[in-house]
């Protein structure tokens, strides 16, 4: 009887487990995103990370492959994906270049935002009415025109933490007798400055008294008068995102701008918390991809490498095991945060959400580090990727609204006290 042929040499997982256990839909766009990442994105990945230039060949694979319109409604000619189909086909592009998936996902936020997000939130028939038509041409653009979307939101004070109202302001001015806002405002951080062709920028209406429920989100055209792209780019990782700063000097732009309407990003933060969850899926793939390379790298099959094959040493064995423990761990907490996605979670489950979030960036950062212990001194060269998995992974726990201290703070205060709850002494 002939024996069944073993393949050679170590397959990597699906990023999401087990794959029968995925819809249609998210095994094909998760294919489509491997086979685009494995073939295209990583071997660019390292000389967009060494000369920190924006991956716009990249972008134009995406562009082809209809990814750009991932979160873009079917009737709106997208691909109509959700929450949890996004976030696999996100961690599986994070896998072979973090930056385009960090990106990538400031890109489909706009879309998500505007889209199935906005679908769950509450407004007036009038303003609903208006969402459509406005949202209409944004998806259009994507869509049709194949044009790229950015969500510059921090501004280096409390306001990305949620903390405070945004500093960037817009004036409510109608010119030639069409309605708009006239933006002024700072950027930092701002990803594809230079590279998106609208930035989503969130703002305040500029009014007496405004608070944060006074927000605004509008695509500010990249060649509006008024718009440009400041300062260096010069970071420890994630350095193809070219996240420059973004100066907003006396912009108008007309309503049709809004991607949502007024005071509506208020709402989404409070009601749709899974909003800002997007942020990590970059970081599981980060963290898989660390596992993979540790796995091959012991294996002797990482391809330039000698063929020294380390992985009959026990200490090695005990190393990628834990690794493979944490990233189980990790993943499981990336998929029950995709599922729970939804408008007013319960307490629960946003404690979950936290707990994800925080668990995703400190976990691809301990992975990444436990990588390079493992394999040992060759494995840190940057002629191999595992130097700017190790950069790009420290990044995720900096992140705003939800850092590491931040994600901390606030399940530690959701512990312990329940809705209404006051201490007035340590207030
Ligand atoms: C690679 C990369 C890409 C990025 N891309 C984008 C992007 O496209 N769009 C975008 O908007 N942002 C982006 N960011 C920015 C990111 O989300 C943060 O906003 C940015 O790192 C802020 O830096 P900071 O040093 O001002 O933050 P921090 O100093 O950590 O925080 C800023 C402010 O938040 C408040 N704060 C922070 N921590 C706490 C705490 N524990 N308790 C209470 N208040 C606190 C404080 O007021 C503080 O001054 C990116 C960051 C990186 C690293």
Redesign the pocket.
């Known amino acids: 009887m002939p024996t069944a042929e073993v393949p050679a040499g170590y397959r990597p997982g699906h990023i999401a487990g087990n794959p029968a256990r995925l819809t249609p839909q998210q095994r094909e766009l998760v294919g489509i995103a491997a086979a685009l990442g494995r073939e295209r994105f990583a071997p660019r990945a390292a000389a967009h990370d060494r000369d920190a230039t924006f991956p716009f060949d990249n972008y134009a694979d995406l562009r082809a492959a209809g990814l750009l319109g991932i979160c873009v409604p079917r009737e709106h000619g997208g691909l109509g994906a959700d929450f949890a189909t996004y976030v696999m086909v996100a961690a599986e592009i994070g896998r072979h270049c973090g930056a385009t998936a ?2 990538y996902n ?1 890109h489909v936020c706009s879309t998500m935002w505007a889209g199935f997000i906005a679908d769950t939130l509450d407004m007036t028939p009038a303003q609903r009415d208006e969402h459509e038509r406005f949202r209409a041409e944004h998806f259009r653009r994507i869509v049709q025109d194949g044009k790229v979307y ?5 501004e ?3 306001a ?2 949620g ?1 405070a109202p945004w500093g960037t302001l817009a004036r409510p001015e109608v010119r030639d007798g069409e309605p708009g806002y006239v933006v002024d405002g700072r ?6 400055a230079g590279a998106a062709d609208f930035y989503g920028v969130l703002c305040t209406v500029d009014r007496p008294s405004a608070t944060l429920r006074d927000s605004l989100y509008l695509a500010v055209p990249a060649d509006a008068p008024g718009v440009s792209v400041t300062g260096d780019w010069d ?1 420890l ?2 350095r193809g ?1 070219v ?1 420059r700063t973004l100066l907003l000097e006396q912009v108008w732009v007309p309503a049709s701008a809004r991607l949502m309407p007024e005071g509506l990003y208020f709402q989404a933060a409070s009601r749709f918390p899974h909003m800002f969850a997007t942020l990590s899926p970059t970081y599981m793939g980060i963290a898989q991809a660390a596992y993979d390379f540790t796995v091959q790298y012991l294996r002797a099959e990482v391809p330039g490498m000698p063929p020294v094959r380390r992985r009959m040493y026990p200490t090695k064995q005990i190393a990628v095991a834990e690794m493979r423990v944490k990233l189980e761990q990790t993943r499981a907490l990336f998929l029950a945060n995709a599922l729970d996605a939804g408008v007013d979670p319960d307490k629960d489950t946003r404690m979950r959400i936290y707990a994800a979030h925080y668990t995703i960036m400190e976990n691809a950062q301990a992975l990444a580090a436990l990588a390079i212990r493992t394999c040992g001194g060759q494995s840190m060269l940057r002629s191999l990727p595992l130097e700017r998995l190790y950069r790009d992974s420290r ?1 995720g726990s ?3 609204p939800w ?1 590491a ?2 994600c901390l ?1 606030r399940l530690g205060r959701e512990c312990l006290y329940e809705s209404g709850e006051r201490d007035e002494e340590i207030e």
């Not at 950015?150 to 921090?154: A, D, L, M, R």
């Not at 950027?187 to 594809?192: P, R, Y």
């Open positions: 960090l990106s400031m950015s969500q510059p939101f921090s280096g004070g409390a990305a933490a903390k950027k930092i951080f701002a990803s594809l970071p990782g994630m995102t996240s990044c900096l992140m705003l850092t201290e931040l703070d």
